[in-house]
């Protein structure tokens, strides 16, 4: 065991705050080694901590598809990648009956996810008509593009508890995004008395040491609510194909080294696409889905989990379920 590794795992137990270095050490274990097993070991520990030892499952409900000039390369609405070429939304009726059938079925948050032009006042209608329909109090997360303080407000009054947010890795360079924007979004969010969730992401094999470490400590800069780490799905003919693809071994080792960073004071874990490795280093939260997906090329996802099988695998790694709203986008 790598005396530095253990001193690095040994300081984020005990709450201190991971540096830019350390984290880089971290990250840059072999993830089938000793000192990788330790760092999950010690991410399950944190995440255990953090939230009573109760892992939660958000459901995201993607309502419309269509090309997007935004042209994230690793998405596939972007406009380069001639995945949807007409714009299209699933029926509001359809949404709604998905909303419940989540609700019923124990999710403890809904995301309501459209692409990044999709029309901002229809939004808030199908926002209201969810929050209307739905019989508990569970959260309502807006995944949108970006918004300055007014819209920020609004998503407020629509019923809106929190907001799904990353600065993503490649941003400005494999996205029409500026990175800066993305920040100032987050900003409005928050001012707005509105609560973010995060993630390292999409992770894949060209992403650097460096750029990993430096989008992590924005995730902690960020006060977000969770964090954690998700990985790049290849889109067929994007020109982020060539790369391939990252096993969920390796995420696995990535997410644990985000919670290393990011410590106790942040509730929630999260491992994307949901895998029983994730869950067993230390991942807290995974999402099922349904509707449209910016990682599938079928108009309703053909990637989704139900919660039911999220719930299942969190189960199988050793994880209690949250019961009712979450905790993680919580103000309590």
């Not at 201190?16 to 993830?31: C, M």
């Not at 390292?200 to 977000?224: F, N, Q």
Request: overall charge negative; hydrophobic content about 40%; charged content about 20%.
């Amino acid at each position: 065991m790598n005396k530095n590794i253990a001193q690095i795992i040994n300081k984020a137990i005990d709450g201190g705050v991971i540096d830019a270095q350390e984290l880089r050490e971290l990250f840059a274990v072999n993830y089938l080694s000793e000192e990788s097993y330790m760092i999950q070991y010690a991410s399950h520990k944190i995440s255990e901590t953090a939230s009573n030892g109760k892992a939660e499952v958000h459901a995201q409900m993607g309502i419309n598809v269509g090309p997007c000039p935004r042209n994230c390369q690793f998405c596939s609405f972007a406009e380069i990648n001639k995945i949807f070429t007409e714009s299209k939304q699933n029926p509001l009726d359809e949404i709604i009956e998905n909303c419940l059938k989540f609700e019923a079925d124990g999710a403890n948050a809904i995301d309501v996810m459209i692409t990044a032009n999709y029309n901002f006042n229809d939004y808030l209608n199908v926002a209201r008509a969810i929050k209307t329909a739905l019989k508990t109090d569970i959260p309502l997360i807006a995944n949108v593009g970006d918004f300055g303080e007014e819209a920020a407000k609004e998503l407020k009054y629509a019923g809106f508890t929190g907001i799904y947010h990353a600065i993503r890795l490649g941003e400005g360079t494999v996205t029409a995004i500026d990175p800066k924007l993305r920040w100032r979004t987050i900003q409005a969010a928050q001012k707005a008395g509105l609560l973010v969730g995060t993630c390292l992401e999409p992770v894949g094999p060209e992403h650097s040491l460096d750029e990993m470490v430096e989008k992590t400590i924005y995730t902690r800069d960020m006060k977000a609510v969770y964090s954690g780490a998700g990985r790049r799905i290849t889109i067929p003919a994007s020109p982020l194909a060539a790369h391939g693809m990252l096993n969920y071994g390796q995420m696995g080792h990535i997410m644990a080294a985000v919670r290393l960073a990011t410590g106790y004071e942040m509730v929630g874990n999260c491992t994307h696409e949901p895998n029983h490795i994730g869950a067993m280093a230390g991942a807290n939260l995974l999402w099922a889905e349904v509707g449209s997906n910016p990682r599938d090329v079928e108009e309703n996802t053909v990637r989704g989990w139900t919660v039911k099988r999220c719930q299942d695998v969190l189960r199988e790694a050793g994880w209690d379920i949250l019961e009712g709203p979450s905790v993680m986008y919580s103000n309590k």
